[in-house]
């Protein structure tokens, strides 16, 4: 069976230097905001560009947490308008409904499924105050439009980075250091991904870092002392450790994760599959390999019966899911064409070529 993703695989290539750092991390006895937390956030700070990087416990945490901290600075107020992608993990509407803000939900650009740019342009309303941008599927969003957009009607941007750990634009700048601030998830499967749940704030913004400080840990910077009201969302130390080894390696593993989708978009042939957009730099790092086929079922289970894994990302829209019946009335039509033909092929950084050649034949012949 040809895996959608072999992380067994991925992760066992760190099994030595993980086991030999366990011994020190357990007699360290310190397993909350310590050492290993410290570095991997100067580790990911660096590595992004950013001044600033703060763990959290997941990545909607990451997404809330920034929210909550610009309504403590008095830069978002209870109910404003959040232009968010429709096509999206409906973790990012969550972010903003736990937040107390108003999500607006915008189509993407049918090419990229990338929020559209001009999609935004069109939902921008006397109350909208900020604006988050997806990276989807690891490709960055179309950001020098909404860079202009946030800059000419005084909005906040925020990068949702979740899948898209070292993303560069034409500038070099990499994902997370897009924006005001960013969120990273470190969930298993992500390029940059964890031995369980993990995420992490990127920023620039020193006011913005110094409320996530206090909020993702009780509000508390001084034990005990409670300055705001905050919550429990740390990156655990040991989800840290093992980071800051994955993190060296996660630039060869992109790279290799483009090689495997340029060898898709050059031999992949079959006209009944509808290849991606990609502009063949840097700027993607292909957390998902999504193709779009019509018979779905059909095209997944002729996969299956050769031994191919695939997966679908997403099923249902969020403005479908039950959970969000205020949005089960919008119409989004591009949202949901995509939703309803997307299917994501095997791609993992240890794929062979032997398993990429297989993948390509067998939906040549469909
Ligand atoms: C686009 C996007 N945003 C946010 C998240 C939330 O991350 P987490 O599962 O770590 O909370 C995810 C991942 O699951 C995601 O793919």
């Known amino acids: 069976m040809i895996k959608f993703l072999d992380l067994h695989k991925v992760n066992q290539r760190f099994k030595a230097d993980f ?30 560009g950013t001044k600033y990087c703060i763990g959290t416990a997941n990545g909607l945490d990451a997404l809330t947490l920034i929210l909550k901290s610009y309504i403590h600075l008095g830069r978002l107020a209870p109910n404003d308008e959040v232009i968010v992608p429709a096509n999206t993990f409906i973790a990012t509407i969550l972010s903003v409904l736990h937040a107390g ?90 390029n940059l991904g964890a031995l369980g749940d993990g995420g992490a704030v ?6 913005l870092m110094n409320v996530l400080r206090s909020i993702h840990n ?25 980071l800051n080894f994955k993190l060296k390696k996660l630039d060869e593993d992109n790279a290799k994760r483009r090689s495997i989708a340029l060898r898709y978009l050059d031999e992949i042939t079959n006209k009944k599959v509808i290849l991606p957009t990609y502009n063949r730099t840097k700027d993607h790092v292909f957390y998902v390999f999504m193709v779009r086929v019509e018979q779905r079922d059909d095209f997944r289970d002729y996969l299956l019966q050769n031994n ?7 099923p249902k829209p969020p403005h479908k899911q039950n959970a969000l019946t205020m949005f089960n009335q919008l119409r989004l039509p591009i949202t949901e064409k995509i939703h309803d033909t997307c299917v994501s092929i095997p791609m993992s950084p240890l794929m062979t070529n032997g398993e990429i050649d297989k993948v390509i034949q067998v939906i040549n012949a469909y």
């Open 19 to 48: 086991e030999a750092e366990l011994g020190r991390f357990l007699d360290g006895g310190q397993y909350i905001l310590g050492d290993y937390v410290k570095s991997f956030e100067t580790n990911f700070a660096d590595y992004c």
């Open 101 to 190: 803000l108003k999500p607006v939900l915008v189509e993407p650009d049918a090419d990229t499924y990338n929020i559209s740019s001009k999609a935004v342009k069109e939902a921008i309303s006397n109350d909208t105050k900020a604006i988050i941008a997806v990276h989807l599927y690891g490709q960055l969003a179309d950001m020098n439009a909404l860079q202009a957009l946030s800059k000419t009607h005084d909005l906040l941007l925020i990068e949702d980075a979740a899948q898209a750990h070292g993303a560069l634009d034409s500038s070099g700048t990499i994902a997370g250091n897009l924006s005001d601030a960013a969120a990273f998830s470190f969930y298993p499967s992500k």
């Open 202 to 207: 990127t920023t620039n913004d020193e006011d």
């Open 218 to 242: 009780y509000g508390s910077e001084k034990k005990y002392e409670n300055e705001i009201i905050g919550f429990n969302s740390r990156l655990d130390d040991i989800q840290a450790l093992f």
């Open 308 to 314: 191919i894994e695939s997966h679908i990302h997403y």
